[in-house]
């Protein structure tokens, strides 16, 4: 993890590895909090770290339960009857 410092005005530049730039603005820092601010192509999706969790644990299950679907589907189609 890489940790910087930066006071309220000023911004961080992340450039991914197809060479769009994600810009970062630190725009308040008070008792602890800080407001930061994103400007971003719209096609990169930006979420806080939790918000984030809850989409990919949401995004498990329904792939489980589509996995499941489809074997349920594949050992009807064998299975057939005696």
Partial sequence: MLVLSRNVG??????????RRINIYVAA????????GFEAPQSITIHRFEVMQ????????AAAALAESRN???LGSKGGRR
Avoid: C, S, Y
């Avoid at 000023?10 to 060479?19: A, C, N, S, T």
């Avoid at 809850?54 to 299950?61: F, L, M, P, T």
């Fill in 29 to 36: 820092a008070d008792r602890g909090k800080a407001r930061i």
């Fill in 72 to 74: 349920t589907k594949a």
């Fill in 54 to 61: 809850a989409v990919d644990e949401e995004r498990e299950r």
């Fill in 10 to 19: 000023e911004w961080f530049v992340m450039e991914l590895e197809d060479g």
